[in-house]
C-alpha cells in the first residue's frame, strides 16, 4: 500500500520560508502529476482547508490564502511546495494529497509553525 511523507516542516519567524516535500514510500511508480497540499489549524472548528494543487494538465488551483506567497511543483520524485513570506496564520498540518478517482491518498502531515 502506497504512504505519501510528508517532510520540510518545522518552526520559522513570520516572514520566512520553508519548502515541504512529499513522496511515496514503498512504491517508485507512484505518479505526481495530479497532486495538492491542504492544511489543518488546530484551531477549533477549523476544517482541513486546501492550500495549492496542481492537475494533470498543470492547471494550478489557489486557496485563499496560498496566491502569491507559496507555490506548488512537481517531478517523478514527489510534490512540493514553497512557502514564502509566512504569517503566524499558516501555521498548522500540512498534508500530501493525490487523488484517486472519487478518493485520494493522504499523508501524515508535517507541522508547520510560524512566530511573530
Known amino acids: 500500500q502506497v504512504q505519501l511523507v510528508e517532510s520540510g516542516g518545522g518552526l520559522v519567524q513570520a516572514g520566512g520560508s520553508l519548502r515541504l516535500s512529499c513522496s511515496a514510500s514503498g512504491d517508485s511508480t507512484v505518479s505526481f502529476t495530479a497532486a495538492g497540499w491542504y492544511r489543518q489549524s488546530r484551531t477549533p472548528g477549523k476544517q482541513r482547508e486546501l492550500v495549492v494543487s496542481i492537475t494533470n494538465t498543470g492547471s494550478i488551483i489557489y486557496g485563499d490564502s496560498a496566491r502569491g506567497r507559496f507555490t506548488i511543483s512537481r517531478d517523478n520524485a514527489g510534490v512540493y511546495l514553497q512557502m514564502n513570506n509566512l504569517r503566524p496564520e499558516d501555521t498548522a498540518v500540512y498534508y500530501c494529497?493525490?487523488?484517486?478517482?472519487?478518493?485520494?491518498?493522504w499523508g501524515q502531515g508535517t507541522q508547520v509553525t510560524v512566530t511573530s
Open positions: 494529497n493525490l487523488p484517486r478517482g472519487r478518493s485520494a491518498i
